[in-house]
């Protein structure tokens, strides 16, 4: 059938552009994914796209699409649940802290998986952290033991969502694809996804999805669009169950009182550095990150 008469309903422009249905959006996406798209629709697809913005009956049909094409990662034979870190965003300024988040939830006795890939050339991605702390890249789906943190490139999870990140390389800009790997679960079973925003208007159409495909997630302003509290400041927190929506923590206005002693660089070896030392008992955890990891083992008690 082709994803043309999708093209024509969101390249209207800003204003003239028409939101599709759950229905519609999960079969373009499904058909780009399927790769029953010629690279000039996918192009065009992803400036539409760009240009509109997605509702959230849309974002729920790109994960209904999604969800349907990746390989899920199953629930470990204890039934413990697993934690969801998409990892996209990488350090631009701050150290990728996303590793600390993931070693000190495992060490709660959840089981953690970290999914992501480099998505620019110029900043310090979790992945590279995480080998340095002994932590490698899985290269087949494979059950997450509590206490135990993997790391799933995208292209094992599902290879054409892998592609369509990539598109960013060609043309510069997001697609769909970046806010989708950020919401989207794929677990089977018990889990939880921790998803952040980097800008206000994010937190809205997140949380109406979430809400909307009746997620477990936890929702936050992550550190330059990772998933990680910022250890200098306390981010407001919600929860869903379920799709339930619940106020966890309040934001505090400006920076902590007592702020950590973070690595001067972004460099990954740095970073790895002061995550041991915090593993090890050698400095303290940021409060800020200290609370989410309390409020996410909380929630997955829920579950």
């Known amino acids: ?31 780009v994914l399927d790769g029953n798209a010629c690279d000039l629709e996918v192009g ?46 990488g350090a631009r300024k701050l150290p990728v802290l996303t590793p600390l988040l993931a070693l000190l939830l495992a060490r709660g ?20 952290v995480l080998l340095r702390l002994d932590v490698h890249a899985q290269t087949a789906i494979e059950s997450i033991a ?10 094992v999870l599902c290879p054409a969502l892998k592609r369509l990140l990539d598109v960013r390389r060609a043309v510069g800009l997001r697609n769909p694809a970046h806010s989708l790997v950020k919401i989207m679960n794929p677990c ?48 407001q927190m919600e929860a869903f169950i379920n799709g339930q929506r619940q106020l966890l923590q309040a934001a505090q ?10 690595p001067k660089t972004t460099d990954a070896l740095e970073t790895a550095a002061y995550i041991q030392a915090i593993m090890a008992g050698h400095q303290s955890v940021p409060a800020s990150i200290a609370m ?5 083992l909380q929630l997955t008690r829920q579950l």
């Open 292 to 296: 989410q990891v309390e409020h996410i």
């Open 253 to 262: 206005s400006g920076t902590l009182t007592s702020l950590p002693d973070l």
């Open 109 to 128: 006795g959840v089981a953690v998986l970290i999914h992501g890939t480099p998505t620019e050339s110029s900043r310090v991605f979790a992945s590279e």
């Open 44 to 89: 065009a697809f992803c400036l539409a796209m760009r240009i509109k913005g997605e509702t959230p009956e849309e974002m729920a049909g790109f994960l209904d699409a999604t969800h349907q094409r990746l390989e899920p990662v199953p629930l470990h034979a204890s039934g413990v649940p697993t934690v969801v870190l998409p990892s996209y965003n």
């Open 1 to 31: 059938m082709g994803i043309s008469h999708y093209i024509k309903e969101i390249g209207r422009g800003k204003d003239g552009a028409r939101p599709l249905s759950r229905e519609q959006a999960a079969d373009l996406l499904g058909q």
């Open 146 to 155: 509590p206490g135990e943190v993997a790391f799933v490139p995208t292209g």
């Open 188 to 235: 089977a079973g018990k889990s939880l996804v921790v998803s952040s925003y980097t800008h206000p208007e994010y937190a809205i159409s997140m949380a109406q999805t979430f809400e909307l495909v009746k997620a477990n997630a936890l929702l936050l302003r992550g550190t330059e669009g990772e998933v990680v509290a910022d250890a200098r400041r306390m981010p």
